[in-house]
């Protein structure tokens, strides 16, 4: 059954993000769709795929008599931390909506330019339908069954005025990680590790011995290893395994 556009903004404004009965999104819930306003006076619809953090699919927004549909941006669509972000574009048109959603809610703010009505900014809310064929989030404390790949966010710190601090991903000194039985191997080394509590592991003998990791989820739902920093420096505050947190995770194909 088809509802009316006019009962999809009702129910919008009846089930907000965090409303009784929602459940946080999946990394990799399937099939979705929002429907919503944007205030004041327009409108959007929003059909997609949640996989892996990442939405695909398109996106409808009507303002000021003017309406953009187009194909959500790649990796500019995305779920984290609990907040939805979609961006679409067409020409010169764009439409950015982002706030936090769950199963039931999407409410947050909204960017527009659109010819005609110009640029536009302000509060949006809207309704999830979950249809289903999504993954299940792994629990915290789940061991990873795989080899994991090792990286950290690198900093290069500019003491130029008006220079702005430059972030890149580079690979850890681990390289990878894999862990079996009570036994950890990286690229080129090996040693034994331990559980600690419900969601950690700390290794025990080998180069890596004292680090911490904690066994999460990562963005995609799946079994990762995150050596926080804080949890990872020896007595005298050099780090055991990077300088900023490390997180290990199954290499995407």
Known sequence: MQYPTSFLL???LLAPA???GAAPLAPSSGHLAVEGRLDPGGRYAIEATLKDGNFTGTMTVTLGGQTLSAPLMERRSHLENGRCYFRAEQGRARAE???KC???GFEGTFNTFLPGPGSATGKQQGRVALSGGGQKTVAAGTLPAAKLTCAY???KVSFKWGEATQYSLAFSNLGTLALSGHRYATAKSAGSFERVGADKIRL???PWAG???TLEPDRSGRPAVVFHIEENR???GVHIVDPYTTRCTEARS
């Open 102 to 104: 769950d199963s039931t």
């Open 211 to 213: 680090a911490v990791g």
């Open 10 to 12: 009702a129910a919008a």
């Open 153 to 155: 966010q690198d900093r």
């Open 204 to 206: 025990t003998s080998g």
């Open 234 to 236: 020896r007595p005298d």
């Open 18 to 20: 965090g409303s009784a």
């Open 97 to 99: 909506l982002a706030g």
